[in-house]
């Protein structure tokens, strides 16, 4: 990854005269991003300046001074080069009318030649004398490039910090009550060592209340985790308050914005040069200079997750809803790429997804190369269903938190402390457990609906819809710009109707709990209900309210309602 640095080295050795001072430019804006060039401002490049940061009080007066020799001849500086060039410009600022705060003399030859580098002192100190400048400093190109990355680094590593807080902020703002956390949620999990069979299987594991930050691990015998659950569980919850629990700072990339099928099927550094670019962490420099910086990117970032002190964890989140990534070999590249990293990373995806392509997550993970060591392991995860008790802890909270926050709400308070009481919700109460139907209905709650009015199928029908609009805001293959969700949410309520008298007409006394359909069933019955022929199962469970009922044994995948209750209200709508 250094090599970024050697090409910029090269580029700045090899560059002279009027091309070394446009580029040098956008090289030393890591140091200042609004640093401009001299000449457009009153033609001051007479004067020994040729890059300045302009006082906005002053017009005589430069916070920043830069004056940069591109030299085309020898590696090392000549004294021929500083008496003819260096010195008559440090003079010629000298003399002139403008002032500075920090003066720089930057020029593209190596800084070995002691002689040389004394005689460029004296003058320059010169200028703290007679009061030209109040600091100054000499670079030569090894001791930019040396300065420039260290600085880079500070700037990426600041912006991911600011965008790790930012991002728990919004992630929280999705609900009234998105700031409420359980520490203790249903999780199962085993370890697994690539190049091993995988024998341990998350379907044969009973869900024990973990506190899930205990298996974010910064262990450097964890390759990465990955973390599978049903939709609206609170996967990207876990992953983001688990992380803040342990003191880590998130690195966040939903998998859909990733947008080339190059990221990951050529390597580490080429993943991480394209990652900066959905970090945005170039916002702030003029387009032109972060089109230069942008072959650094992908050093810096894996200079940063190389660092011992290991701040960062990476989250590529819903990998599911990636075209490539979703595949056998789009997993592998993904996993290969990120396996050179020391930071914590977690790949996410609906269990939906990981269990009807059970087989290419298994295929992908025995073909992992062993980058970073044999012996790291691979931490496989599942969040569980809530049980009543999960759900009544964040009706606690909730109750607490409008208490204390906001005191005239004393109807919301009443309505929150009687949800799971009040018989008007039996019909609806097995799901209020789930956490994304839970916190829809405290949204009810707190935005003044009273849902002791509304019956049991009325709250499931708002969830319902509200689901599929919520899953369609993530660009999907086969969805267009122009896809029309309202039309596509209206054809699934329809489609799950028929799924729902399609099962109970299979069910039979014998077996009253049998109720499952084969997958490609349902998908036709889908098919004609949204008009949507190219339609693939992942993008159909993932937008619907069925599940898988076990693992894809081949080519058989059979599917359930997510739950009965949504099974009966399907059946009697």
Excluded at 186 to 211: A, F, M, V
Excluded at 503 to 513: F, G, Q, R, S, V
Aim: with cysteine.
């Amino acid at each position: 990854m250094e090599n970024a640095w050697k090409r910029a080295k090269g580029d700045l050795g090899n560059a002279y005269s009027d091309e070394f001072e446009r580029l040098s430019l956008h090289y030393l804006r890591i140091f200042w991003p609004a640093l401009t060039n001299a000449p457009r401002l009153l033609e001051i490049d007479r004067y020994g300046v040729d890059h300045c940061l302009p006082d906005d009080h002053d017009s005589l007066h430069f916070k920043v001074a830069v004056q940069v020799k591109g030299f085309k001849k020898s590696e090392t500086l000549k004294m021929d080069q500083v008496d003819g060039l260096i010195l008559p410009s440090i003079k010629k600022f000298s003399k002139s009318p403008i002032t500075c705060d920090h003066y720089f003399l930057f020029h593209n030859r190596m800084g070995s030649n002691k002689e040389a580098n004394d005689k460029i002192h004296k003058a320059m100190d010169s200028l703290i004398e007679n009061g030209k400048a109040k600091t100054v400093k000499l670079w030569d190109l090894s001791a930019f490039i040396k300065d420039a990355r260290n600085k880079l680094n500070k700037i990426i590593r600041k912006t991911l910090l600011s965008r790790a807080d930012k991002l728990l902020e919004q992630h929280q703002s999705f609900f009234y009550f998105g700031d409420l956390y359980i520490e203790r949620v249903p999780l199962r999990h085993s370890s697994w060592i690539p190049g091993i069979p995988l024998q341990n299987d998350l379907e044969q594991r009973q869900y024990e209340d973990i506190k899930a930050a205990e298996f974010i691990s910064t262990s450097h015998k964890v390759r990465y985790s990955l973390l599978v659950g049903a939709f609206g569980i609170g996967k990207t919850t876990t992953v983001m308050q688990a992380t803040h629990k342990k003191g880590l700072n998130i690195v966040y990339v939903p998998a859909h914005t990733i947008t080339s099928q190059n990221y990951g099927t050529q390597g580490t550094h080429l993943f991480l040069n394209g990652l900066y670019e959905e970090l945005d962490l170039l916002e702030g420099f003029p387009d032109e200079t972060a089109h230069v910086l942008s072959p650094l990117m992908g050093a810096t970032l894996g200079r940063i997750f190389r660092q011992p002190e290991k701040l960062f964890l990476l989250v590529i989140d819903g990998i599911d809803e990636h075209p490539f990534y979703a595949t056998t070999f789009g997993l592998q590249s993904l996993t290969n790429a990120l396996a050179e990293l020391e930071i914590p990373i977690v790949l996410t995806a609906r269990k939906e997804h990981y269990y009807s392509l059970a087989g290419n997550y298994e295929s992908a993970m025995e073909n992992l190369c062993k980058k970073g060591g044999i012996d790291r392991r691979v931490e496989l995860m599942e969040l569980g269903p809530w049980e009543a008790y999960h759900a009544q802890q964040v009706l606690e909270k909730a109750k607490e938190k409008v208490c204390t926050i906001e005191h005239d709400k004393a109807e919301q308070i009443d309505l929150l402390m009687r949800l799971f009481d009040d018989p008007v919700s039996s019909q609806a109460s097995n799901l209020l457990q789930h956490p994304l139907f839970l916190h829809m209905t405290l949204d009810l709650i707190m935005s003044g609906v009273d849902w002791r009015e509304l019956e049991g199928k009325q709250l499931i029908e708002i969830w319902c819809y509200k689901k599929i609009e919520r899953d369609l805001r993530v660009p999907r293959l086969g969805y267009d710009a122009q896809f029309d969700i309202s039309y596509y949410a209206e054809g699934m309520m329809q489609g799950m109707e028929e799924i729902a008298r399609a099962i109970k007409e299979k069910k039979n006394d014998l077996d009253p709990a049998n109720e499952i359909i084969e997958a490609e069933s349902a998908l036709d019955i889908a098919k004609r209900h949204l008009n949507i022929a190219e339609l693939n199962i992942t993008n159909f469970l993932t937008t619907s309210f069925l599940i898988p009922a076990k693992k894809r044994r081949g080519k058989i995948l059979q599917v359930k309602f997510f739950h009965h209750a949504m099974y009966e209200f399907f059946c009697n709508r």
